[in-house]
């Protein structure tokens, strides 16, 4: 399995209008046939103080998709859906940073 995660932070301007129209738009790509989960977060807002010291802030939002194998990615990677919907995605991000994990088994 893959899991391609995609870390990022929202540009202060966006609404939240925007940012609920463009996870729309987000969600829509789990009909990509590659795709076998997908997933939107928001970064914990820890309630205990001492786990607060072990995360990282550095990103609020993480989308995170996951594929059988490296050809499912590529799959996801071409479609016209994904390459318009990553578009939106750039107008709207700062600071993005995308990293693909194979299992281990």
Same mark, same amino acid.
């Given at each position: 399995?893959?899991?391609?995660?995609?870390?990022?932070?929202?540009?202060?301007?966006?609404?939240?209008?925007? @940012?609920?129209?463009?996870?729309?738009?987000?969600?829509?790509?789990?009909?990509?046939?590659?795709?076998? @989960?997908?997933?939107?977060?928001?970064?914990?807002?820890?309630?205990?103080?001492?786990?607060?010291? @072990?995360?990282?802030?550095?990103?609020?939002?993480?989308?995170?998709?996951?594929?059988?194998?490296?050809?499912?990615?590529?799959?996801?990677?071409?479609?016209?859906?994904?390459?318009?919907?990553?578009?939106?995605? @750039?107008?709207?991000?700062?600071?993005?940073?995308?990293?693909?994990?194979?299992?281990?088994?």
């Amino acid at each position: 399995m893959i899991q391609h995660i995609v870390l990022f932070n929202l540009k202060a301007e966006v609404e939240s209008s925007d @940012r609920d129209w463009l996870f729309g738009q987000i969600q829509g790509l789990s009909t990509i046939s590659s795709v076998r @989960r997908l997933a939107i977060g928001k970064l914990l807002e820890p309630s205990e103080d001492w786990y607060k010291t @072990r995360l990282s802030t550095e990103y609020e939002w993480v989308l995170s998709i996951e594929f059988d194998d490296e050809a499912g990615l590529y799959t996801y990677q071409k479609h016209p859906d994904h390459v318009t919907v990553a578009g939106e995605i @750039r107008k709207r991000a700062t600071g993005t940073k995308i990293v693909d994990f194979v299992s281990v088994d």
